[in-house]
């Protein structure tokens, strides 16, 4: 198995300009989390989906972002228009939904908007 | 709201000396706590948590409820434990759907 994969591995954007980050979950995986890590705030819980349904969206900064998640093995998060303070490393984790299942994280992705 | 606070962020160690990791927490109800950690060029992964009491890797970690703690301990350092590592919180009975993580440590084995 190879795991969360999440691409790409690095982005480098201009202000202003649409960012769109992808994640495929472990085959058999019904929740799916996106979090992003910084420096100043560590890891910030963005969104979840259970069952392909966003559950708790409140982690979202703003209505620049959006995620999406059409079907059990893929998702999306778009961040349009993109700012300076969007630079951060983002992680797509997956989990069963057993309480006691561990989350599995992506190799995350590198967002530098300039 | 639970919070996870880490209170040193770089933490160097000689090998083979002892390494304790801080982690305290504040959460009014009844929480499950979480040891994750990152390798060079590794995915963040789970390394233990409080309720199956384990020792994973040569690392112990008690729940003080008292203290709101979950410090992560061992007793000889090895290089290969050189990492980042994050205390997380969820209320009990949440599991991954509200796991709130601290701003980790870094650990540097000295050898």
């Known amino acids: 198995d190879a795991g969360v994969i999440q691409s790409p591995r690095h982005e480098v954007t201009e202000m202003g300009q649409e960012v769109t980050l992808r994640c495929k979950p472990i085959?058999?995986?019904?929740?799916l989390f996106w979090y992003r890590q910084t420096m100043m705030r560590g890891l910030e819980l963005l969104i979840y989906f259970n069952n392909n349904v966003p559950i708790d969206d409140s982690g979202m900064p703003e209505d620049r972002f959006s995620a999406k998640m059409p079907n059990a093995s893929f998702s999306t998060l778009k961040i349009q228009p993109s700012e300076p303070r969007d630079s951060a490393v983002y992680f797509c984790?997956?989990?069963?939904?057993?309480?006691?299942?561990?989350?599995?994280f992506g190799n995350g992705t590198r967002l530098t908007v300039t | 709201a639970q919070r996870v606070t880490q209170p040193e962020k770089l933490l160097s160690v000689f090998k083979g000396a002892p390494v304790e990791l801080k982690c305290n927490y504040s959460y009014s109800g009844s929480p499950e706590l979480f040891w994750y950690v990152q390798y060079s060029r590794q995915r963040l992964q789970l390394l233990l948590r409080?309720?199956s009491r384990e020792s994973i890797k040569g690392f112990t970690a008690d729940l003080n409820k008292g203290e709101t703690s979950f410090h992560l301990k061992k007793p000889f350092a090895q290089e290969e434990d050189s990492a980042m590592y994050y205390c997380a919180l969820s209320p009990a009975g949440y599991g991954n759907n509200r796991l709130a993580f601290g701003k980790g440590n870094q650990v540097v084995v000295i050898p």
């Open positions: 984790a997956s989990s069963l939904g057993s309480i006691l299942s561990p989350l599995h």
């Open positions: 409080h309720i």
């Open positions: 085959s058999g995986h019904n929740s």
